[in-house]
């Protein structure tokens, strides 16, 4: 059994968030700590807690959530560009350890990150 997250208890709307995307399989809604004009993200409604414990069997899950993350995008008027982003465990910077995508935009993005 995952441990309960923050992201957990967003998904059953036991605390606020700005929510702007919502299905049955996964939610999206804005960072509270923006790193950009726009900072959303999309997280699976499954509590999956990173990318490295994702299985063949959420394939279609993740699938699922890029494309959500492509058309939030499409929402958001990011027409100019955009960087979506998957932070893994300690070395990657992972914070929250409910799988999530951050979907930055709004502007000019350096590469590489730090
Ligand atoms: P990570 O560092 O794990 O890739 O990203 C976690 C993200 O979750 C951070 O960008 C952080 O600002 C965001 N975050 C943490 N707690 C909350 C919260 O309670 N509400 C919202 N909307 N975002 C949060």
């Not at 939610?27 to 997280?43: E, M, S």
């Not at 979506?84 to 070395?91: F, G, H, P």
């Amino acid at each position: 059994m995952s441990e309960d997250t923050i992201f957990s208890k967003i998904i059953r709307k036991e605390i606020p968030a700005n929510i702007v995307y919502e299905d049955d399989l996964c939610l999206g809604f804005r960072d509270i700590t923006p790193q950009a004009p726009t900072h959303i993200l999309v997280i699976p409604k499954k509590p999956i807690p990173k990318l490295a414990e994702a299985g063949t069997e959420d394939k279609e899950l993740l699938g699922h959530m890029l494309l959500t993350v492509k058309s939030i995008a499409e929402q958001e008027g990011l027409g100019n560009g955009y960087r979506v982003v998957i932070n893994t465990d300690e070395d990657g910077g992972q914070t929250v350890f409910h799988l999530h995508m951050h979907l930055l935009g709004g502007r000019y993005l350096r590469w590489p990150p730090g």
